[in-house]
């Protein structure tokens, strides 16, 4: 059994509950065992980096020393996490920042979007796959922080990332190529400015809904509860309808992969995913 | 006209202070506007990136941070990655919204810098995001009653905590109290 330290962040104990449930639905169908960081605390998120630059770092590291306290990888499924602890291990690694934190810059932090997307783990996940999703129309939608900065994240087709597209396809999906895959949600401007937020994410949804595809599939938690929980207010200000499920890429894994919990997980949406993959045979 | 505020207290020109706390060379920009193309917050700019970088350039304190463009960046980082002399464009935004955030001048979006100071005294306290305190700051800047009927949603899909966690307590409060000092929060 493979073992991993996880490190789930705030979304995922509220507004993405549905991507923390689906990821350990996935990793445990994946024999693969999560060990989450104890006294785990904030990262900082975007208003650390945009006011101080010294908790921007130091947020981040409490949370890598306490990850490298042991010799296991360390799992982060949102991006926001994710870009922050990239950025405070550059930093301490290749620009020898000190930290107060016992944080040497050495624990390997791994994206799940990059981790369950590697092909060698595929290759574990085509092995377990029970139900193809035949049919089902999806765009994958990257967003901002999973592939940039490239000298963080190490994503070398940053303009037109493929890695979450063939693993929607491998799970039998069918992947519509579009032009919106990065373009930014506007996540940190979603409280404090929603009528500029709502104009991103309704471009966004719109471009998808006119690639023809039944749904989007994202790998950040952020994008998520934009896209899905803000639909409403976008349809508004377009003034149409949309109907467009926003599934995280590990509740399709779990979808294919037969996990009894699934539909748990989509209760949790607002844009409710369960008719179209009904109508499917997925459900 | 700025000419009243060529330098700051330590009488270096903004040119120089912002290089030096970024790491970045403003000077390299040579106003392609590549960043400004690809900005998905450009339409709600007072100056586009790359005029920002030439307000630098001639030592325009006020209107740099004093700008809207500064606190409506969202940090996407499309800027930084298609620069063709890899400027780090969003971590300079990031330089202009601390030391505008210290100088003691107006912030341009007051709401945006406001958020950020409240979400960190958040963490501060709870150690994790904690979603109910931002009805707090709703509450502050108006838009409450807007964003309540989302809330209730969020809430009766079992994606809103009525309690915050507590976490992290020690490492947190001494972390903190330099930021306290500083007068960043």
Same mark, same amino acid.
């Given at each position: 059994?493979?073992?991993?330290?996880?490190?789930?962040?705030?979304?995922?104990?509220?507004?993405?509950?549905?991507?923390? !449930?689906?990821?350990?639905?996935?990793?445990?169908?994946?024999?693969?065992?999560?060990?989450?960081?104890?006294?785990?605390?904030?990262?900082?998120?975007?208003?650390?980096?945009?006011?101080?630059?010294?908790?921007?770092?130091?947020?981040?590291?409490?949370?890598?020393?306490?990850? !490298?306290?042991?010799?296991?990888?360390?799992?982060?499924?949102?991006?926001?996490?994710?870009?922050?602890?990239?950025?405070?291990?550059?930093?301490?690694?290749?620009?020898?920042?000190?930290?107060?934190?016992?944080?040497?810059?050495?624990?390997?932090?791994?994206?799940?979007?990059?981790?369950?997307?590697?092909?060698?783990?595929?290759?574990?996940?085509?092995?377990?796959?029970?139900?193809?999703?035949?049919?089902?129309?999806?765009?994958?939608?990257?967003?901002?922080?999973?592939?940039?900065?490239?000298?963080?994240?190490?994503?070398?087709?940053? !303009?037109?990332?493929?890695?979450?597209?063939?693993?929607?396809?491998?799970?039998?999906?069918?992947?519509?190529?579009?032009?919106?895959?990065?373009?930014?949600?506007?996540?940190?401007?979603?409280?404090?400015?929603?009528?500029?937020?709502?104009?991103?994410?309704g471009k966004i949804l719109s471009k998808a809904k006119e690639t023809g595809a039944e749904a989007v599939v994202v790998g950040c938690s952020m994008c998520q509860m934009n896209l899905d929980t803000r639909q409403e207010d976008v349809e508004a200000d377009l003034g149409r309808r949309l109907d467009l499920p926003i599934l995280y890429f590990? !509740?399709?894994?779990?979808?294919?992969?037969?996990?009894?919990?699934?539909?748990?997980?989509?209760?949790?949406?607002?844009?409710?995913?369960?008719?179209?993959?009904?109508?499917?045979?997925?459900? | 006209?700025?000419?009243?505020?060529?330098?700051?207290a330590s009488h270096k020109s903004l040119l120089e202070e912002v290089n030096q706390a970024s790491g970045e060379t403003i000077q390299n920009c040579y106003q392609c506007q590549k960043c400004a193309?690809?900005?998905?917050?450009?339409?709600?700019?007072?100056?586009?990136?790359?005029?920002?970088?030439?307000?630098?350039?001639?030592?325009?304190?006020?209107?740099?941070?004093?700008?809207?463009?500064?606190?409506?960046?969202?940090?996407?980082?499309?800027?930084?990655?298609?620069?063709?002399?890899?400027?780090?464009?969003?971590?300079?935004?990031?330089?202009?919204?601390?030391?505008?955030?210290?100088?003691?001048?107006?912030?341009?979006?007051?709401?945006?810098?406001?958020?950020?100071?409240?979400?960190?005294?958040?963490?501060?306290?709870?150690?994790?995001?904690?979603?109910?305190?931002?009805?707090?700051?709703?509450?502050?800047?108006?838009?409450?009653?807007?964003?309540?009927?989302?809330?209730?949603?969020?809430?009766?899909?079992?994606?809103?905590?009525?309690?915050?966690?507590?976490?992290?307590?020690?490492?947190?409060?001494?972390?903190?109290?330099?930021?306290?000092?500083?007068?960043?929060?």
């Amino acid at each position: 059994m493979k073992e991993l330290s996880y490190f789930p962040g705030c979304s995922l104990e509220g507004t993405s509950r549905e991507f923390d !449930e689906s990821v350990r639905g996935v990793m445990a169908q994946l024999d693969t065992r999560l060990h989450e960081l104890p006294d785990w605390s904030c990262c900082g998120a975007t208003s650390a980096h945009c006011i101080d630059e010294r908790l921007a770092i130091e947020l981040p590291a409490r949370n890598l020393a306490i990850a !490298e306290r042991s010799d296991r990888d360390l799992l982060v499924p949102c991006a926001s996490c994710y870009s922050r602890f990239k950025a405070a291990e550059h930093e301490v690694r290749d620009n020898g920042k000190k930290t107060s934190f016992p944080y040497k810059g050495e624990v390997a932090i791994r994206f799940a979007l990059d981790y369950l997307s590697d092909p060698a783990v595929m290759a574990e996940v085509s092995k377990r796959i029970i139900r193809p999703l035949k049919g089902l129309k999806t765009v994958c939608y990257y967003g901002c922080l999973p592939t940039r900065p490239p000298k963080l994240t190490g994503i070398k087709d940053y !303009e037109n990332p493929q890695h979450m597209d063939r693993l929607v396809e491998q799970l039998g999906a069918e992947v519509i190529p579009w032009s919106y895959k990065t373009d930014c949600c506007g996540a940190s401007l979603m409280v404090t400015r929603p009528d500029v937020f709502i104009k991103l994410v309704g471009k966004i949804l719109s471009k998808a809904k006119e690639t023809g595809a039944e749904a989007v599939v994202v790998g950040c938690s952020m994008c998520q509860m934009n896209l899905d929980t803000r639909q409403e207010d976008v349809e508004a200000d377009l003034g149409r309808r949309l109907d467009l499920p926003i599934l995280y890429f590990t !509740e399709l894994l779990g979808l294919a992969m037969g996990h009894p919990d699934v539909k748990k997980w989509f209760k949790r949406h607002f844009k409710d995913p369960l008719p179209l993959l009904s109508a499917k045979g997925l459900m | 006209m700025d000419s009243s505020y060529p330098v700051n207290a330590s009488h270096k020109s903004l040119l120089e202070e912002v290089n030096q706390a970024s790491g970045e060379t403003i000077q390299n920009c040579y106003q392609c506007q590549k960043c400004a193309a690809g900005c998905p917050v450009n339409f709600a700019m007072d100056i586009l990136p790359n005029q920002v970088f030439r307000h630098i350039q001639y030592g325009h304190r006020d209107k740099v941070l004093s700008s809207k463009t500064i606190w409506l960046c969202a940090s996407c980082h499309a800027c930084s990655t298609r620069c063709p002399n890899s400027i780090d464009i969003a971590k300079v935004m990031d330089t202009l919204r601390s030391i505008s955030n210290r100088s003691g001048l107006a912030a341009g979006e007051k709401d945006i810098s406001l958020f950020h100071r409240f979400f960190l005294k958040l963490i501060r306290f709870t150690g994790r995001t904690w979603e109910p305190g931002f009805g707090l700051y709703k509450l502050q800047t108006g838009g409450l009653p807007g964003m309540m009927g989302w809330a209730m949603k969020l809430f009766f899909k079992g994606k809103i905590p009525i309690f915050p966690t507590f976490k992290g307590g020690k490492d947190l409060k001494r972390i903190f109290k330099e930021s306290e000092r500083e007068g960043v929060l």
